[in-house]
């Protein structure tokens, strides 16, 4: 699976930007799909994360209430709308996808077997 991310900037506190993340060459169905940051000195966390089929979603407490992540199936691609976005919001954000099964939401970063490349987020205060 080859994920391709876009979208990121440099913004404005309480600007939005949304986040695109298109999956090509994938033979094996994709499970799960979830945006992770990380952000200088710290560890990568989970932002929210979305069930590819049923649509369920997972949002990190930071997240909730300003971030949205949809997915189109036609075009096997996730976006993530950011609004309200915080100086704390800096990061590189980056696109994963489990071509595996599972049980509830997964978040930790190790059961993600495919990653995009990353796009930098920077919001100014």
């Known amino acids: 699976v080859q994920l391709q991310a876009s979208g990121g900037g440099l913004v404005q506190a309480g600007d939005s930007l949304r986040l695109s993340c298109a999956a090509s060459?994938?033979?094996?169905?994709?499970?799960?799909m979830a945006w992770f940051r990380q952000a200088p000195g710290k560890e990568r966390e989970c932002v929210t994360a979305?069930?590819?089929?049923?649509?369920?979603?997972y949002y990190a407490d930071s997240a909730k209430g300003r971030f949205t992540i949809s997915r189109d199936n036609a075009k096997n691609t996730v976006y993530l709308q950011m609004n309200i976005l915080k100086p704390e919001d800096t990061a590189v954000y980056y696109c994963?996808?489990?071509?595996?099964?599972?049980?509830?939401?997964?978040?930790?970063?190790?059961?993600?077997?495919?990653w995009g490349q990353g796009t930098q987020v920077t919001v100014s205060s």
């Open positions: 994963a996808a489990r071509t595996t099964r599972g049980i509830g939401m997964p978040t930790p970063a190790m059961v993600y077997n495919y």
């Open positions: 060459g994938h033979s094996s169905p994709i499970y799960f």
């Open positions: 979305i069930n590819w089929n049923t649509g369920s979603t």
